[in-house]
């Protein structure tokens, strides 16, 4: 684990956005800066954090962790779906196939938790008994763990996700049976295999999402997978007794961030409060512990000027000329 010095003095270094001449049109999303050119297209994760609906600001290191996290489970995954990744020339970066974006997230839920507006608890909590299509009985408690898997789509498209039924996802017309039932088949079985291997190291997959697209009518994995910002990861070791006491889990990802907002009364709407330097360098810190636990590999940062550091490799590399 890098020291805390070094992540401070990269808090005023973070990739907050690129604008990449020659490397075709681009298209910002609320973490990743994506160009699409005549050979594909080129994604740059950005150290951004998004959260509510709503950008943040930024984590040091946190884009190249999620790049090479989601490359990481790419690999692992591969024999489960294909995916977009064809090449990654920066830490930062992903060269990919273009793909036809599907408008529905497929969002896999383990266990019931979550302060969003569109997570488990928070609509359980409110009363909220069949959610999605899943019929939910009463007495559940905080951070419990469903019998099995439940799917809670969500539309991506749209400024506010929407959490949707498989029958309202069908009556909407953004995507057929065929297809949501075949998306649906592929994210349990991810989500088993993310089961399995975060078990391995000592972790508790709670929850994740998953972005297809379609290429040449085959369904491709596409954006990210298993990382701290598209999936809830907590201790497994502390659990149960955390779980029988009634308190927070501890966690690996990005809700740490989201329950420090709620906490300030922010969710999503009106400002959004600034977050102080110790917050920031602890979300660092847990997405790189994320990284070491479920790769096995130590992180290796790479501090300085991320913008400038990128653009040199994509030209060494033949990506922008």
């Known amino acids: 684990m890098i020291s ?24 910002e999303g609320k973490v990743r800066d994506n160009y699409r050119n005549s050979n594909g297209m080129v994604i740059v994760t950005t150290d951004r954090i998004s959260a509510f609906d709503r950008v943040l600001g930024t984590i040091p290191f946190k884009g190249q962790i999620l790049n090479q996290l989601a490359a990481f489970w790419f690999d692992q995954t591969k024999g489960i779906v294909d995916n977009h990744l064809i090449d990654m020339p920066d830490p930062n970066v992903m060269v990919v196939r273009e793909c036809e974006s599907i408008p529905v997230e497929m969002v896999v839920r383990g266990y019931i938790t979550g302060v969003t507006k569109t997570s488990a608890w928070y609509n359980y909590s409110s009363g909220v008994r069949n959610f999605c299509g899943n019929v939910l009985p009463e007495g559940l408690k905080k951070d419990q763990k469903f019998d099995h898997p439940i799917i809670t789509p969500t539309t991506k498209t749209e400024k506010h996700d929407r959490s949707l039924s498989r029958e309202e996802i069908i009556k909407e017309g953004l995507v057929d049976a065929d ?59 502390t659990y149960q007794q955390l779980f029988d006491e009634g308190k927070e889990q501890r966690k690996l990802d990005k809700e740490y961030v989201r329950t420090w907002l709620a906490g300030k009364g922010f969710l999503g709407d009106g400002d959004i409060p600034a977050i102080p330097d110790e917050v920031k360098i602890e979300a660092a810190k847990r997405y790189m512990q994320a990284y070491e636990l479920i790769t096995g590999r130590v992180f290796e940062a790479v501090p300085g000027n991320p913008a400038g550091r990128i653009i040199s490799n994509l030209k060494t590399k033949g990506v922008l000329m």
């Open 4 to 27: 805390d010095n070094l992540i401070r003095n990269q808090i005023n270094n973070t990739l907050q956005s690129t604008n990449i001449e020659g490397l075709g049109e681009k298209f």
């Open 179 to 237: 297809l949501f039932d075949r998306m649906a088949e592929i994210s349990l079985k991810l989500f088993d295999a993310g089961t399995r291997i975060a078990a391995n190291h000592g972790l508790i997959l709670a929850d994740t999402k998953y972005e297809f697209g379609l290429l040449d009518g085959k369904i491709v994995l596409i954006d990210e997978i298993h990382t701290p910002d598209s999936s809830r990861f907590w201790f497994m070791d």
